[in-house]
């Protein structure tokens, strides 16, 4: 699932994500892509586009954060469904990150 997050924390903080998807081979190593331009955050699994957000699209540098998180465990201090039936321990493994101005 993809995700954009502002507005700040609390109250303000507004939450767009993608619909959940499930990946085909999920064992394997997978290429997740961002193209953000002045218009639009445009979303990649594999070279193939999978979500598209057109607004709010921030016009200012921002840094990288590669993450997982567990949905709403920090909202409601448990775990939920999907960690209860997690089979751990598990890893979260990046290959490579690149970044480039296309102009």
Known sequence: EHNN???GYAENHIHLPSPKMKLE???EFHYFGL???S???IYYIDGEETFRI??????TEAFILLSTECNFYRMSG???PELETAKLPDAFIVDFVRVYDPL
């Open 25 to 27: 081979n999920p064992l």
């Open 54 to 59: 057109t607004e709010p699209v921030s016009q």
């Open 39 to 41: 218009d639009a955050y």
């Open 35 to 37: 193209e953000w331009t």
């Open 5 to 7: 997050h502002w507005g």
């Open 78 to 80: 448990k775990p939920s």
